[in-house]
């Protein structure tokens, strides 16, 4: 039970993060004054975050452990590439958003349940 | 979410940017920085044969400012197509005379030429161009605490995607009859409330917003006049003007926004009635005129790249009221305007109004990189120019670049300074330089306050026919050049690695024999550092009189300057950009490459920082302090703000010991202390302010404007914002 728990929670810090960071990211690209909005930096930004959106959704059902280890090493390359531009578009949040699903990310690598249980188990 | 959030504090992510930024070369990948971008030929035009003979360089040598000086006599030539101008004996003799009685006047004020109330009425905020503001409610201590409390949008502004071209944007606000007045690219003149930004009144001059001269939109604002002896009921004793790229210019009531139909054809002078040489394209009244007094001083731009003959530079005096013009003044002999053009002042001037003086920055003639066509002496091409107000004689004149074949036009206005040196008090001049240079003479009689040497400069390898060089160039001794020019900028090695030793490759193909080596057609060209982009823009030096600071902000840009002959120039040319790409050089045998040095993904292949703010003792002329200024940003990715960033635009200064200034590409408009140079404050504009700001008060507040508007030549984003803050109100 425990460990369930442990598991669910860090793919909803990871989901949380990967929302707040689209969210992060379309006020920086639409919003006038950001010193980036309408740039391709914040766009790029934007859909990376919707991947690990959609990469998340797709992590917490699967119970291949290959496919969780793939996934996994795709997020981890977007959480830290999308960190690394939120520092260089000033977008210091964006970063710390990153850096939270990192935890959420780990959270689920911790977890002894996340590589043997299903997640609707 | 927001309690994960909360713990990290700012100023720590911040510092983890700016550490991880720096250190990892993937900057570059996420940001290709193409520092500089693309799109123009430019204004004005170029060289100067001169002969200048001069022991090289030994700082301690005293250069014979006397040799370099061109008082009246020598200026004849050059002053024979002058409408009004007459002998040239208003020399030398004269005003060492003047010079005498201003230094021994025992009444002199103690701190001259600071201005006896606050006055922000034109380019550079006083008609000395010092951009000093004796406010002093804003300070380093409190300028923290700014707020933004006002902000207009003039809707006058296109990215060039569409059939208008792209707008550039370099208008002070000017503060004058309790008003902001404000010009903008589609030559419309709008009348703000100082307090609010409430729209007093707008006026559209329906002027062409076709490129005609500029591959942009450009304004640089709009000049203002008031009456001495105002007619109570009459219209027009106060008058703003603008002038349009067809070379309209309007005279308008400064109160109503409505013509003056006294100026001029109703209110509206057509400049483009004295384009009678190679008139190959209209006189683009694109910089206000000057008002000095009564008169209204006129320049011009047009296009120097383009063609070898093209309409030779010339200042109109015109009446301020009637638009009637009082004389003219060309910088090139009748032969020369025969055989080239232009150098032509496209930008403010400044004027001496209690010595009679007005001060030219004179540009190149044409065409920029080429001279074969103008091998005889030329002295007031590339120059500070003196004249006499009222009548437009040369008083005296110093070129500082001799037969120019490398776009180095004068670009700002001579900043006006008294200073004490060696306990002796000089009424100086700074004249900043695209080459990163600060002359300083007395602004009297042209005579060097450092020495300023004549050093032997490279011959050229032969390649280029018909060419002439200039055997010296003038160098100054005081201030320190603003970038180190003496020897082949050193490679990024950064750039190079993520460049696979491209620029390496590029630096190996490249001529550099020194400061003012010629352009060739041989392997990828010449290496200059800087050539048209600078060094310093017409932003212009400011300078505090109270403590005897100066402030300019400087770009550090290697450029490479290829010559084609014509064949060759045919197949090569693929288009132009703003200070970079091809132009034709049309009727000369060669056309000119000018590219920015970057590696394939845009990096700069030289050495960080790209740009700085500079404060220099005029007492002594040394450094006080100098710091990176701004962060290069592209595709919206910030790089580290100790590379700094190529700046555009200049500062303000004020007696509250603060530093305003925009002219960075990430758009930020920021404040400095002007004792220490640390950064006390910052706020995002909505482009690249590449205006100088402007400092005002109101109603008893202290305001400080800024006009976000970009240029090109820094990066391809385009603004419409006039941003005005102060202290939060008591």
């Not at chain 2, 962060?631 to 100790?642: D, H, I, T």
């Amino acid at each position: 039970m425990s460990q369930s728990r442990s598991f669910r929670s860090g793919i909803i810090v990871l989901l949380l993060a990967s929302l707040a960071g689209l969210a992060l990211s379309l006020y920086a690209y639409f919003t006038p004054l950001t010193g980036v909005d309408g740039t391709l930096g914040a766009l790029v930004v934007i859909l990376s975050t919707i991947a690990l959106v959609v990469m998340t959704l797709v992590l917490a059902p699967l119970s291949c452990r290959s496919g969780r280890v793939a996934l996994r090493v795709l997020i981890l390359l977007a959480l830290v590439g999308t960190g690394f531009a939120g520092l260089l578009l000033h977008q210091w949040w964006l970063t710390a958003a990153m850096v939270v699903g990192l935890i959420g990310l780990l959270l689920d690598m911790a977890s002894p349940a996340a590589s043997t249980t299903p997640a609707h188990s | 979410m927001p309690t994960f959030l909360s713990p990290l504090p700012l100023s720590t992510l911040k510092l983890t940017a700016q550490r991880l930024g720096s250190a990892t070369a993937l900057a570059l990948l996420l940001a290709p920085v193409p520092l500089f971008a693309q799109d123009q030929p430019t204004e004005s035009g170029q060289t100067s044969a001169q002969s200048a003979s001069q022991p090289s360089s030994d700082a301690a040598t005293p250069s014979t400012a006397s040799s370099d000086t061109t008082p009246a006599d020598d200026t004849d030539p050059q002053n024979a197509g002058s409408q009004d101008a007459g002998s040239q004996d208003a020399g030398s003799q004269d005003v060492s005379t003047a010079d005498a009685s201003a230094q021994q006047n025992p009444n002199r004020p103690p701190i001259p030429l600071v201005p006896e109330k606050p006055t922000w009425d034109s380019f550079h905020g006083q008609l000395n161009a010092q951009k000093y503001s004796p406010l002093d409610q804003i300070t380093a201590d409190n300028v923290g605490d700014l707020e933004k409390v006002w902000e207009f949008h003039t809707g006058d502004i296109a990215d060039g995607s569409g059939d208008t071209p792209a707008t550039v944007w370099s208008a002070t606000p000017v503060f004058a009859n309790d008003t902001i007045y404000i010009g903008t690219p589609f030559y419309r003149l709008i009348a703000l409330d100082p307090g609010t930004g409430e729209e007093k009144w707008s006026f559209d001059t329906q002027s062409s917003r076709k490129a005609l001269t500029q591959p942009v939109l450009k304004n640089r604002g709009v000049s203002y006049w008031e009456a001495e002896n105002p007619v109570a009921g009459e219209p027009c004793q106060k008058i703003v003007y603008m002038g349009t790229m067809d070379a309209q210019l309007f005279a308008l009531d400064a109160d109503t926004g409505k013509l003056c139909k006294g100026f001029a054809d109703n209110g509206v002078l057509n400049v483009n009635q004295w384009n009678d040489t190679h008139s190959v394209w209209p006189l683009s009244v694109l910089q206000p005129p000057t008002v000095v007094g009564n008169h209204l001083m006129l320049g011009w731009a047009g296009m120097d790249w383009a063609y070898e003959q093209a309409p030779p530079g010339t200042i109109f005096s015109l009446n301020a009221q009637t638009g009637e013009l009082e004389w003219t003044f060309q910088a090139l002999s009748d032969e020369m305007r025969e055989k080239s053009g232009t150098a032509n002042v496209w930008t403010h001037m400044s004027a001496d109004r209690e010595n009679g003086l007005l001060y030219l920055p004179v540009s190149s003639p044409s065409p920029n990189y080429w001279g074969g066509n103008r091998t005889e002496k030329a002295p007031l091409a590339t120059s500070t120019t003196a004249l006499d107000i009222e009548t437009g004689k040369v008083v005296w004149s110093r070129q500082w670049v001799h037969h120019d074949i490398w776009d180095y036009d004068i670009n700002s206005a001579p900043t006006l300074m008294d200073i004490t040196v060696d306990g002796k008090q000089i009424p100086a001049l700074v004249q900043a330089t695209k080459q990163g240079f600060l002359f300083v003479v007395n602004r009297l009689t042209g005579e060097d306050v450092w020495p300023i040497e004549e050093r032997p400069v490279p011959q050229g390898d032969g390649s280029v026919e018909g060419e002439v060089y200039a055997p010296t160039q003038p160098f100054p001794t005081k201030p320190a050049p603003l970038l180190d020019q003496s020897e082949k900028p050193k490679i990024w090695s950064l750039a190079d690695a993520v460049g696979g030793g491209q620029c390496s490759r590029l630096w190996n193909d490249l001529t550099y024999e020194g400061m003012y080596t010629p352009p060739t057609t041989k392997g990828e060209g010449a290496l200059a550092y800087p050539d048209s982009s600078g060094g310093v823009q017409w932003g212009g030096v400011a300078f505090d009189p109270e403590s005897q600071t100066a402030i300019v902000n400087t770009s550090h840009i290697v450029q490479t300057m290829k010559l084609y002959n014509r064949e060759d120039y045919e197949e090569a040319d693929s288009g132009s950009g703003n200070e970079s790409g091809f132009a034709p050089q049309k009727g000369a045998p060669y056309g000119i490459r000018l590219k920015v040095a970057v590696n394939w993904l845009g990096m700069p292949c030289w050495e960080p920082p790209f740009g700085e703010l500079v404060a220099l003792d005029m007492h002594t002329g040394d450094v006080k302090w100098r710091r990176p200024i701004g962060a290069s940003q592209q595709y919206g990715f910030f790089m580290p703000e100790r590379w700094g960033s190529p700046t555009i635009g200049g500062p303000a200064v004020t007696a509250g010991g603060v530093v305003f200034i925009g002219a960075s590409m990430d758009a930020k408009l920021r404040a400095f202390s002007l004792k220490t140079g640390e950064e006390l404050w910052e706020d995002q504009a909505q482009a690249p302010a590449v205006a100088n700001p402007s400092v005002y008060e109101y109603k008893g507040r202290e305001y400080v404007a800024f006009v976000a508007g970009g240029n090109t030549i820094l990066k391809d984003q385009v603004g419409d914002q006039v941003v005005v803050y102060a202290l939060p109100e008591k």
